[in-house]
């Protein structure tokens, strides 16, 4: 008897994830033109709440995105384009609101921010990470204007779950769902993840691949 195995969506989206991955980074000034065969999904969120080893954790890749304990790290765009069989790009934004940050900078990522944003019919989605540990923040809900104004649909993913209860995250999760639900361009499900234990990685790598089809 044979039976038919249905492949495991898991194993398909890890594998599309761990093809060869090219790196561009922008220079400031830089317009960012995209290429039209390549989409994208952008990780944007703020300062310090884990972009950058969330996409070394979804790529399986470490010290692929740069990583650090000094907020405000990740200053410009990097692209990483994803190879084969599936072509994508994943966007490693800026971060925001870190305290301290002088005004020019504050500008800068606004002028950067902004011009990604708008207009730019490759960007299939935007993550938009949440400290678990804080929830969301009005500098969130900043980001999160702008992306429905520019009709960017966006995921919001808890990051750090490892650092806090399974109660505790059983509740911001339920109030960012609660956002979530309100905001025109949010998807509905909410993604806790952990960059540390692997928490929420299938599912995000899921979501990265169902935003660009
Ligand atoms: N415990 C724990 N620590 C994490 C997790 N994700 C990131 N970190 C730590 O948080 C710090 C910031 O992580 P990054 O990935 O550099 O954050 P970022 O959002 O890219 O920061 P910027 O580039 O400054 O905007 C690092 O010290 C990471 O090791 C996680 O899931 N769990
Ligand atoms: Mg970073």
Not at 120 to 145: F, N, S, T, Y
Not at 184 to 207: F, N, V
Request: aromatic share 6%.
């Amino acid at each position: 008897m044979s039976e038919e195995q249905a492949p495991d969506p898991d194993e398909t989206a890890r594998k599309l994830f761990s093809g060869p991955i090219s790196f561009l980074k922008s220079a400031p000034g830089l317009q960012f033109l995209p290429d039209a065969d390549v989409l994208e999904v952008a990780f944007a969120g703020r300062s310090n709440v884990g972009k950058s080893s969330l996409i070394n954790k979804l790529t399986n890749r470490n010290g692929l995105a740069r990583t650090s304990n000094t907020p405000g790290r990740t200053q410009e765009l990097n692209f990483f384009d994803v190879g084969e069989p599936l072509r994508f790009r994943l966007v490693d934004m800026p971060g925001y609101g870190f305290a301290k940050a002088p005004k020019d900078i504050v500008r800068k990522w606004r002028y950067l921010v902004n011009d990604y944003l708008r207009g730019r019919p490759v960007l299939k989605r935007a993550l938009v990470l949440i400290d678990a540990r804080h929830g969301i923040k009005d500098i969130d809900r900043e980001i999160m204007k702008m992306l429905d104004e520019a009709a960017v649909s966006y995921h919001l993913v808890l990051t750090k779950a490892d650092k806090i209860k399974a109660s505790e995250l059983a509740a911001v999760t339920a109030a960012t769902e609660e956002e979530a639900r309100k905001r025109p361009a949010a998807h509905p499900d909410i993604i806790p993840t952990s960059s540390e234990t692997g928490l929420g990685i299938d599912q995000l790598r899921k979501a990265v691949i169902d935003a660009i089809g």
